[in-house]
Every structure is written in structure tokens, then in C-alpha cells.
């Protein structure tokens, strides 16, 4: 019993040592505000045994509505993807302990907006977006 202790807890810190802390790197819907007026948005589908085609897109443009709160907007970058995750998962049988893999894939939007109410140009967001690397120049 001792040495089926050993390898749990080594996967058990193996989980928690995986875990990103970086928002990017989540499979999870985030708004961060880059300059007043000019966000990155990242609207995650959370459903998992029935999905909705286009529902990332269709929730992704709400956000960008209320975050402008009834002003036109701008998408200057918007990007359809999936994200795909890994784990590791133990289950018991017959007090012998056994691992396997589990893989999640998300599909996922991605975008930045420009409200007209920014007092930006498009020139000056873009320029913004280089300096922080949201795009790469």
C-alpha cells in the first residue's frame, strides 16, 4: 500500500505544478482592458456535450456591445480558434491505483476592439497593440 502512495502523490504534485497562471493560457471567457476605450476580449464556449456553432462568436459580439456601452466599435483583430488542454486523471480499481490522460478542447474567440468614444485613432491603437505585443510587428 505504501508504494501505491508514493506514485499519487507524485502525480498530485505534478497536477499542481502544471497549472498556468497566466490568463492567455486559461480555456475561460476574460476582458482586459488595454487603454480605456480599447480591450482584448476572449470568449470561451463553456458547454460540454452540447455546443452551439457560432455561439462564441455571437457572445463575443454582446461583450463588445456592452463594453462600449451603445457606441460603434472597431474589431481590429478577431480570431476563431480552439484550445486544447491536457490532464492527468487517477482512478482506483481494486485499490490499485491507475493514470490516464485527458485532453478538453474549447473552441475559443479572440479580439480586440476600438470604441469610438476612446478618443483614439486607429493609427494610435494599432500602435499600442506593437508596443505591448498583442501584435507582433
Not at 2 to 23: D, I, Q, R, W, Y
Not at 34 to 47: K, V
Not at 70 to 88: H, N, Q, R, W
Not at 115 to 121: E, I, K, L, T, Y
Amino acid at each position: 500500500m505504501k508504494f501505491l502512495l508514493v506514485p499519487f502523490l507524485l502525480a498530485l504534485l505534478a497536477g499542481c505544478a502544471s497549472n498556468s497562471t497566466n490568463e492567455f493560457d486559461q480555456q475561460r471567457s476574460f476582458v482586459k482592458t488595454i487603454r480605456p476605450g480599447l480591450y482584448f476580449i476572449r470568449e470561451a464556449d463553456s458547454a460540454i456535450l452540447w455546443r452551439e456553432e457560432g455561439a462564441t462568436q455571437r457572445n463575443w459580439q454582446k461583450r463588445a456591445e456592452s463594453l462600449c456601452a451603445g457606441s460603434a466599435y472597431k474589431s481590429l483583430l478577431l480570431v476563431d480558434g480552439e484550445s486544447s488542454s491536457t490532464g492527468i486523471a487517477i482512478s482506483f480499481v481494486g485499490g490499485i491505483g491507475y493514470a490516464y490522460g485527458d485532453i478538453t478542447s474549447v473552441p475559443i474567440t479572440d479580439g480586440i476592439i476600438l470604441c469610438d468614444s476612446a478618443n483614439m485613432s486607429e493609427e494610435e491603437a494599432i500602435s499600442v497593440l506593437k508596443d505591448e505585443y498583442y501584435i507582433i510587428p
